[in-house]
């Protein structure tokens, strides 16, 4: 295959040229699409519009948009501060407490509204309370990105719904196999603060463990903590499906915030609209665009190319080849945004993945915790740059705080890759 003339390597170029150029990651992949295929001749342009609207035509996707207004409605709630409470009163004495708070109220909430983004919104006022309890400035700001990379693994997850699309996968048992992976990953980074506590001498604050001051909190948290058990239990009880799930959520979201904690109010739903709105928009020009990239890679038969390429390259090595995909999703996921990630490399992998026997269904939960360390890893990382403007900390200091929370997550990485019942033990029942 000359690779000069082939429309998928093109493609591949130009993206990296407009990548270099600070465009955006929608208008990258789509410009680098297009003049591909106008250059090479590869297709009629006529079919771009079938593409595109081929790639937004389905049910399960419709989930996309209403947990982004899960989010968007989450942050006005109410809802962070009494699960931060509740957080705070089972762990806060301990060493680290106030950080591992945050981890904890992180992954709860990411279960809420499935973003890392709205999750990052929410627990921001948390780096202001570190900091007065002495934790450096850098250091609190990391603490807040990392606990919320836990929107695209922990059910219900944006992330899941797309690979599931993309594979024609059960959305259901990706939820299912990201449960496990998605609490790994809040152990592995709180036992990091700990220790880090533990070093730095940052010592807990002393907290009314009673049972009377315990079931409080519990009840003052109670509405939050039982929006994703809602969610996920009627998916796994076959009440309704992941995208009616969603429906679901934002209806309730919105009753607890209106009629229950009173912080919602019918004039703010205009900007509440608006501003997951905007963020539909940006999602959905990234799913079409880069569905037509990943479209060129099947059809000008690079996505076979590399795959054997890969094979050959480690001669069929299962752990190998597994240990060069993670390589790759880490790095591409530092430069990319993950919607876009998972449309551009999933074509490759997938003839890889079926050729080693591996599951599906695991290498979702294994793409998606690859892919949450996206948000924390420079230059992109969209939740550590939004903390650090959120803290008023130089983005490059807070780049250095996070490299070992990165590094703990490399370490889950690797564990829901080489043990496959982290992940696949839910599925498994289902």
């Not at 990706?174 to 592995?188: E, I, N, T």
């Not at 209806?251 to 009629?259: A, P």
């Not at 799913?287 to 990239?293: D, E, G, N, W």
């Not at 929370?405 to 080489?418: K, M, N, P, R």
Request: proline share 5%; aromatic share 10%; hydrophobic share 60%.
């Amino acid at each position: 295959m000359d690779l000069l003339m082939n429309a998928g390597a093109l493609a591949f170029l130009l993206f990296a040229l407009f990548l270099l150029m600070n465009f955006p990651i929608a208008v990258a992949v789509g410009m680098a699409s297009l003049l591909a295929i106008w250059i090479a001749n590869a297709a009629p342009m006529t079919v771009v519009q079938y593409i595109f609207s081929g790639s937004l035509d389905s049910f399960a996707l419709l989930a996309t948009p209403l947990f982004i207004m899960v989010g968007a409605m989450m942050t006005r709630t109410g809802i962070a501060t009494r699960l931060v409470n509740l957080a705070q009163v089972l762990f806060g004495s301990v060493p680290g407490g106030l950080g591992i708070t945050t981890i904890v109220a992180g992954c709860i909430l990411g279960s809420i509204s499935g973003s890392n983004v709205a999750t990052v919104a929410a627990l921001s006022f948390l780096i202001f309370y570190m900091k007065r309890a002495g934790y450096p400035a850098p250091f609190a700001v990391a603490v807040v990105a990392a606990g919320c990379t836990f929107g695209v693994v922990i059910p219900p997850s944006m992330g899941f719904i797309i690979y599931g699309v993309i594979t024609d996968t059960s959305v259901a048992k990706l939820f299912g196999a990201g449960v496990f992976p998605g609490l790994l990953m809040a152990v592995v980074l709180s036992t990091y603060v700990f220790f880090y506590a533990r070093k730095h001498n940052l010592r807990g604050e002393a907290q009314d463990h009673s049972l009377g001051n315990i079931a409080r909190a519990f009840k003052d948290a109670i509405w939050g903590l039982l929006c994703p058990v809602i969610i996920l239990g009627g998916i796994y009880l076959g009440v309704f499906t992941p995208t009616e799930a969603a429906a679901v959520a934002v209806v309730y979201i919105f009753v607890v915030g209106m009629f229950i904690y009173r912080k919602l109010t019918f004039a703010e739903l205009p900007q509440i609209l608006f501003d997951a709105g905007q963020t539909v928009g940006v999602v959905v020009l990234i799913i079409a665009t880069s569905a037509l990239f990943g479209w060129l890679l099947q059809t000008q038969g690079l996505a076979v190319a590399l795959a054997q390429a890969l094979m050959d390259m480690f001669a069929g090595n299962k752990v190998m080849i597994l240990l060069a995909i993670n390589f790759i999703l880490v790095i591409a996921g530092a430069f990319i945004e993950p919607v876009a990630a998972m449309y551009m490399l999933l074509p490759i992998f997938k003839p890889i993945l079926l050729q080693l026997g591996v599951d599906l269904i695991h290498f979702g939960a294994i793409m998606n915790v690859n892919l949450s360390m996206a948000h924390l890893t420079p230059p992109v990382g969209l939740s550590l740059y939004l903390a650090s403007q959120i803290g008023g900390v130089p983005f490059a200091q807070t780049a250095r705080a996070a490299v070992p929370f990165i590094l703990c997550e490399v370490v889950v990485i690797l564990l829901v890759t080489f043990i496959p019942s982290i992940s696949l033990f839910i599925p498994g029942l289902m």
